[in-house]
C-alpha cells in the first residue's frame, strides 16, 4: 500500500481485510471465510477430478453432433482466457469461435496477443465492438456510484459488472442464434467455485437478471444497452437450445508462471501496458480505485483471497497484487476519457 495509507488488518491465512463486509477473526486472526472454507479446500481433488470426468463426458456428447461450431469462448486476450483457449483446442480440439468484447479500452499489447493465439490455434474470432456513445455514459455513471446489488461487490467493481454484464449477454446471445452448444469463460478458479465449473444455462435466471441490469441503469442508459441483451422472443424461440457455460480453470490445475510460459509458446507475451490484475485492460486500475473508495476494500481481493487459501498463490503475492497502489498515469488514462 502507499506509504501514507494505513493498511488495515488483514486475514493472517489468506488477504482479506477487516473491511470486507461480514468477516470476523479468530484469536489467531484467521477470517471466518478461511475457516469456512476447510472442508470445502479437503474435497477439492476429488471434485475437480469429477469435474473434468463429467467435461470429458459432455464434450464427447457435443462432438457427436455435425455442427460449424462447438463452443464459444468469452475471449479478452488475457492470461486466463487464453489458456483457456488452448486447453480446449489441445485437449478436446473443439472447434471455437472466440468473442471479443471491445469496451474501448482493451489493451493494444491484448490485442497483439490476440491475434497471436487465435492464428497459432486455429479459431475463428469475432470482434464486438458497440459505439462510444453508448459505453460512455455505462462507464461514467459506474465510475461514480453503485447502482447495482451489494452482493455483486463482493467480487467485482460496478464498471466491470457493467461490462461482464454485457459481455456475457453477447456469448449467450451469439451462442443461441449460431446453435453453439457450449460457452466458455476463462475465469480464474479463485472467480469460478468447482460447483459453478459447468452449468446448464438456465433462462428464468438469465431474464431475471438483464432484467435486474436494466432496473439498476437509469431509464436512458438502460435503453442503450437492451439491443445487446436478450430480446424477449428468444426465451420462447431458444427454449431447448439454450447451452452450456463451462469454466474448465475451475478444475483444472492452475499455475500463473505455468500458464505465462505455456502461453509463451503460441506468441502470448504478458502486457507492460495494464495493472497488476488484469492482462487486457486500460479501465481496470480506474475501476479498482472507485471500488476502493467506495467501498473500502480491493474489488479483487475476493479473488486473489481464494487462490491464496488454494495454494495457488502465496499470501505475499497477493498482498502484492491487491495492496499495490493503482497506477497513477493509468487512473488518470481512463478517468479523462471518461469526464
Not at 509463451?264 to 480506474?286: E, F, M, R, V
Request: hydrophobic letters at 35%; a positive charge; proline letters at 6%.
Amino acid at each position: 500500500m502507499p506509504e501514507n495509507t494505513i493498511q488495515p488488518k488483514l486475514c493472517q491465512k489468506c488477504v482479506l481485510p477487516e473491511t470486507f463486509p461480514g468477516i470476523k477473526f479468530d484469536a489467531a486472526g484467521v477470517c471466518s471465510y478461511c475457516q469456512k472454507d476447510e472442508k470445502t479446500i479437503e474435497k477439492a481433488p476429488v471434485r475437480k477430478a469429477q469435474y473434468r470426468q463429467r467435461l470429458d463426458q459432455l464434450v464427447k456428447e457435443t462432438q457427436a453432433e455435425a455442427r460449424t461450431y462447438d463452443a464459444i469462448m468469452a475471449y479478452s486476450g488475457g492470461k486466463d482466457s487464453s489458456y483457456t483457449l488452448k486447453l480446449l483446442r489441445d485437449r478436446y480440439d473443439l472447434r471455437i469461435a472466440a468473442l471479443t468484447f471491445d469496451n474501448h479500452f482493451v489493451s493494444p499489447a491484448a490485442y497483439d496477443n490476440i491475434k497471436k493465439v487465435c492464428d497459432a490455434l486455429h479459431v475463428d474470432h469475432i470482434i464486438f465492438k458497440p459505439p462510444w456513445s453508448v459505453i460512455k455514459p455505462l462507464f461514467a455513471l459506474t465510475a461514480q456510484t453503485d447502482p447495482f446489488a451489494a452482493p455483486t461487490l463482493l467480487r467485482a467493481s460496478s464498471i466491470c459488472t457493467a461490462c461482464i454484464g454485457l459481455v456475457k449477454s453477447l456469448v449467450l446471445k451469439t451462442a443461441l442464434e449460431m446453435s453453439i452448444p457450449l460457452v466458455a469463460f476463462g475465469w480464474s478458479p479463485g472467480q469460478a467455485p468447482i460447483q459453478s465449473g459447468i452449468m446448464k444455462t438456465n433462462p428464468r435466471l438469465i431474464r431475471m437478471n438483464q432484467s435486474a441490469l436494466k432496473k439498476a441503469l437509469p431509464v436512458e442508459i438502460a435503453a442503450s444497452i437492451t439491443p445487446y441483451l436478450l430480446p424477449d422472443q428468444y426465451y420462447e424461440k431458444y427454449d431447448h437450445k439454450f447451452p452450456h457455460n463451462i469454466h474448465p480453470l475451475a478444475f483444472f490445475d492452475y499455475d500463473e508462471t505455468a500458464i505465462k510460459e505455456e502461453l509463451g509458446t503460441i506468441g502470448w507475451q504478458a502486457p507492460s501496458d495494464t495493472d497488476t490484475n488484469s492482462s487486457n485492460c486500460l479501465l481496470n486500475a480506474y475501476a479498482n480505485q472507485c471500488h476502493i473508495k467506495r467501498c473500502s476494500f480491493h474489488p479483487y481481493v475476493w479473488e486473489i483471497a481464494n487462490l491464496v487459501r488454494q495454494g495457488v498463490m502465496t499470501r505475499n503475492e497477493g498482498i502484492e497484487k491487491i495492496y499495490t497502489e493503482q497506477n497513477a498515469e493509468m487512473v488518470r488514462y481512463a478517468q479523462t476519457r471518461l469526464t
